[in-house]
């Protein structure tokens, strides 16, 4: 599969001033701009950036950012699943994980990251990807938000509703352990049938491997 990405943008005036959402852009590009050193939500902002470098350059990979004239101040990921990771089991071309969302505390609460998901979606060779989206909460700003889980949770469903990622069983182990984690799914409108029921199989491993069991297989 050629993974085609074609570049969108949208500016617009916040509070702040203007904004731009733009991308996926390449490590060359992004290396333009100053990183925001409270983008710490997930490891130390420059270590942060140099993944979202690497990313960027992945044949697959896209790094849609949200900037002011010379700072990133939010971004968001995607590229295939960890190879560690039961997402990458069957080694799905089609399937990418939006790994990463993040906005700086100041730019919070204004649609920054709905609109990165939404100028994501815009490029259309996105109809030919399953993107999924793995939530724990544990990997959520509850301290810095003062949300509580499920208010969180909420914010998380209506920001990734807006890319059309909507929450989707499964019967990962990581996944079920609570019931504010979830699965969010988009499956693009040229995903083949096979991909779909691939990717079924997928969310629902356990019981795939306990029919094989009982079948002999
Ligand atoms: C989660 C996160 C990316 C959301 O970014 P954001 O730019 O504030 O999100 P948006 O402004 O697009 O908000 C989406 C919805 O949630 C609402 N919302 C956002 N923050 C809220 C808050 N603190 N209280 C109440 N509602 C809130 C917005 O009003 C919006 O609702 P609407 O569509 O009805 O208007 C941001 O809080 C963040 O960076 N958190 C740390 C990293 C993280 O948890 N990432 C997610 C896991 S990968």
Redesign the pocket.
């Known amino acids: 599969m050629e993974h085609v990405k074609t570049y969108h943008s949208l500016t617009y005036k916040t509070e702040l001033g203007p904004i731009v959402i733009e991308g996926p852009l390449h490590s060359n590009e992004l290396k333009q701009y100053h990183f925001h050193e409270k983008l710490t ?2 490891r130390p902002a420059e270590k942060q950036f140099e993944a979202l470098l690497s990313i960027a350059d992945f044949p697959e990979g896209r790094i849609l950012v949200a900037r002011t004239a010379s700072t990133i101040v ?1 971004y968001v990921t995607y590229l295939h699943p960890d190879p560690l990771e039961r997402w990458s089991e069957f080694n799905m071309d089609d399937l990418l994980e ?7 505390p100041d ?9 990165l998901l939404k100028v994501s979606m815009l490029d259309r060779y996105m109809e030919n990807y399953i993107v999924i ?1 793995t ?1 724990y909460y544990w ?3 509850l301290d ?4 509580s889980i499920w ?2 949770r ?3 469903e ?2 990734m509703a ?1 890319g059309g990622l909507l929450p989707a069983p499964t019967d990962d182990p990581e996944i079920i352990s609570h019931p504010a984690n979830c699965l969010m799914v988009r499956i693009g409108k040229n995903v083949s049938e096979e991909s779909i029921e691939k990717f079924d199989k997928l969310r629902f491993l356990a019981r795939n491997k306990y029919r094989n069991m009982r079948e002999g297989l």
Do not use: C, P
């Open positions: 939500a997930f939010g939006l790994g990463a969302i993040e906005i700086i730019f919070r609460g204004a649609g920054v990251a709905s609109n989206s939530e990997h959520w700003d810095g938000t003062k949300l208010n969180y909420k914010v998380m209506k920001m807006t």
